[in-house]
């Protein structure tokens, strides 16, 4: 076990944590897209994404036809996983839901490193069962958010901000969308309402990865919902925990 920090060592890595934040270091994703790597949150998030290959594309490119899918991101966070699909579909329109201002505007402005604004939409709103105004309940740096009450008073989350929210359903009416082809689904515990509400809509998509926050959602309901649609779930030795791929082959 790794000894206490000393406090030199805490205040070494907060000014280094400081400078990071104030001049960002641009890391590559594997196509050459410019990402902003601002602390170690998301140095970590990077990693995952284009070293440890979180989300597999290119083994399962192959269900999604053509090279201009359309994509669904809800729970875009910093926009990590909406880059890694366009390293595989540069083309690619992508429709990214973050409901925290500050990721929204870091998303924002990872499209305008790598000229993506015409191809992504981005939506400062948390996609729900139905669409208005709710509260996000959040941290100060904003690492952790949830719409659940019960969940925020369990893991801390103890900053309300206003929020807009967005059903799939008015969502694709208002952009006449039939579907999607590429689904991610992060939306810290609502992942089975919203499935529910929509699940005509998502039902149409050759991938959905999603992540589950048990007991509020759990990979054997989402794999029971989706599979009287034809989906499988993608068992991968290097994948795991709360992260699950479903195909429709």
């Known amino acids: 076990m790794r000894?206490?920090?000393?406090?030199?060592?805490?205040?070494?890595?907060?000014?280094?944590?400081?400078?990071?934040?104030?001049?960002p270091i641009h890391a590559r994703s594997r196509s050459g897209f410019v990402v902003p790597i601002w602390d170690r949150t998301q140095r970590r998030v990077y990693e995952r994404m284009f070293v440890e290959d979180m989300f597999p594309l290119d083994r399962h490119h192959g269900l999604v036809a053509g090279d201009a899918p359309v994509v669904l991101d809800?729970?875009?966070?910093?926009?990590?996983f909406a880059l890694s699909v366009a390293d595989?579909?540069?083309?690619?329109?992508?429709?990214?839901?973050?409901?925290?201002?500050?990721?929204?505007?870091?998303?924002a402005e990872l499209?305008?490193?790598?000229?993506?604004?015409?191809?992504?939409?981005?939506?400062?709103a948390a996609v729900d069962v139905s669409s208005g105004d709710t509260t996000l309940f959040t941290t100060r740096s904003a690492l952790g958010a949830s719409l659940?009450?019960?969940?925020?008073v369990e893991v801390g989350l103890r900053r309300a901000i206003s929020v807009r929210t967005v059903s799939l359903a008015d969502y694709c009416a208002a952009h006449r969308l039939d579907g999607f082809d590429v689904i991610k689904l992060d939306a810290e515990g609502l992942e089975l309402p919203i499935l529910d509400a929509a699940l005509p809509?998502?039902?149409?998509?050759?991938?959905?990865?999603?992540h589950v926050f048990p007991p509020r959602s759990t990979r054997a309901a989402i794999a029971t919902r989706l599979a009287a649609h034809g989906f499988t779930e993608a068992l991968e030795e290097q994948r795991g925990g709360d992260e699950h791929l479903f195909v429709r082959r």
């Open 3 to 23: 000894p206490p920090r000393g406090a030199i060592e805490r205040l070494g890595a907060h000014w280094r944590d400081l400078f990071i934040r104030c001049f």
């Open 201 to 210: 809509i998502i039902a149409r998509a050759r991938l959905i990865f999603a």
């Open 88 to 107: 595989r579909w540069p083309q690619a329109r992508i429709h990214l839901f973050e409901p925290v201002p500050r990721l929204a505007r870091r998303i």
């Open 111 to 124: 499209a305008r490193l790598n000229g993506l604004e015409q191809r992504w939409q981005i939506e400062q």
């Open 148 to 152: 659940l009450r019960d969940k925020a």
């Open 74 to 80: 809800v729970g875009a966070h910093t926009g990590l």
